[in-house]
């Protein structure tokens, strides 16, 4: 289609108008729709598009042939096709609860993971106050059995303590 400013650097005035009513609203006619030879249109025009027949649809026109055509019967191209286009109804449905089951599995894997930190968490808590126990029972029971108790319970006893607990033993050997 031309435009006005492509008509205007030909012709004169009155033919610049007249250009520009049959390229931009009424591209070959009267504005009716008709088509631009006034006779019957051959068989040949009638296998070309509306459009190629000068056939222009205005915006109060009635939807043609092709506008009432269903989607089905109409060409595509494989560009124009998109990914939900290519897909059947099951195949999407699969596909869904396919990534509905994924998702399931994550928030699971979460929860799973959440709570095993939790159980770590409360047997390091645990483990850390079994040491402390430990430790505790481990010095009481050094302060009990320490060699300055036991010397104190000996003496409470009436034991005396002494350097020498008997006679020397001497060994012998062959060469003395």
Do not use: C
Not at 27 to 42: Q, T, V
Not at 69 to 83: I, Q
């Amino acid at each position: 289609m031309s435009t006005s400013r492509d008509t205007s650097r030909t012709g004169s005035g009155s033919d610049r108008a007249s250009q520009r009513n049959r390229s931009v609203l009424w591209p070959g006619g009267s504005g009716d729709g008709a088509p631009r030879s006034s006779g019957e249109p051959l068989p040949s025009d009638r296998s070309r598009s509306p459009e190629s027949n000068g056939w222009v649809r205005h915006g109060t026109a009635l939807p043609g042939w092709s506008d009432l055509e269903p989607s089905t019967n109409r060409k595509r191209t494989g560009a124009d096709d998109t990914f939900l286009q290519n897909v059947s109804t099951g195949r999407f449905a699969l596909l869904i609860l396919a990534v509905a089951g994924l998702f399931t599995l994550y928030v699971g894997h979460v929860h799973t993971t959440t709570d095993l930190y939790n159980q770590l968490q409360q047997a390091r808590t645990q483990n850390q106050q079994l040491h402390l126990k430990h430790n505790r029972l481990e010095g009481a029971y050094d302060r009990r059995t320490g060699p300055s108790v036991i010397y104190e319970r000996a003496r409470a006893l009436g034991l005396q303590e002494s350097v020498s607990y008997g006679p020397p033993i001497r060994l012998s050997s062959g060469r003395e």
